[in-house]
């Protein structure tokens, strides 16, 4: 299985941005992903995914300000910020899991995971 996450780069504050998160060998059809995010000097955070019965999940400070989808048949995930802030700026990171009933924000719970896209908001 093989995740691999794009979309990122340098944006403006108030700007939107759009990541993907392409699977080999993964389907997001009835499997659970997750787009997870590391601040510089922070820790990961879970930001949003998507359960394996196809409910969206989004992190309560984010809320308002992402859309979480996925395209079963480009086996694509993706992740929608609207008027990112400079806060925003991290390395995103979606992960899945195969087995996983529901969805869970335990980092720990994920099984496959994509090597990350750098954002970076300027003021």
């Known amino acids: 299985v093989q995740l691999v996450e794009s979309g990122g780069g340098l944006v403006q504050t108030g700007e939107s941005l759009t990541l993907s998160c392409i699977a080999s060998?993964?389907?997001?059809?009835?499997?659970?992903m997750i787009w997870v995010r590391q601040a510089p000097g922070k820790e990961r955070e879970a930001v949003a995914g998507i359960g394996s019965d196809g409910s969206p999940h989004v992190a309560t400070f984010m809320k308002g300000g992402i859309t979480v989808s996925s395209d079963h048949a480009k086996r694509t995930a993706f992740l929608q910020i609207h008027n990112v802030k400079p806060e925003d700026t991290a390395v995103y990171s979606c992960a899945g899991d195969t087995v996983m009933n529901g969805f869970s924000r335990y980092l720990e719970a994920w099984t496959y995971w994509g090597q990350g896209t750098q954002v970076t908001v300027s003021s």
């Open positions: 060998e993964f389907v997001f059809d009835g499997n659970a």
